[in-house]
């Protein structure tokens, strides 16, 4: 059977602010792909840059460096 765990996946900016929710609530264990389309979370296009990913759990955190060039 499957574990099941509330995770949180966001995005932040090189100042450190978040600008973007990519995915929060249970999920199920196993692989999963997230799509962004850019766009922080009002809409707007974000700049060219490096961002961090952080993926957050229960026991879980875990921060990924990232390149976006639109």
């Given at each position: 059977?499957?574990?099941?765990?509330?995770?949180?996946?966001?995005?932040?900016?090189?100042?450190?602010?978040?600008?973007?929710?990519?995915?929060?609530?249970?999920?199920?264990?196993?692989?999963?792909?997230?799509?962004?389309?850019?766009?922080?979370?009002?809409?707007?296009?974000?700049p060219r840059?490096?961002?961090?990913?952080?993926?957050?759990?229960?026991?879980?955190?875990?921060?990924?460096?990232?390149?976006?060039?639109?």
């Open positions: 059977m499957a574990k099941v765990a509330h995770l949180a996946v966001d995005l932040y900016n090189v100042a450190g602010r978040k600008v973007r929710t990519l995915a929060e609530g249970l999920q199920a264990a196993g692989w999963h792909q997230l799509r962004w389309d850019g766009r922080d979370d009002r809409g707007g296009p974000l840059g490096v961002y961090f990913c952080r993926l957050k759990g229960r026991v879980f955190d875990k921060s990924i460096k990232s390149l976006f060039l639109p």
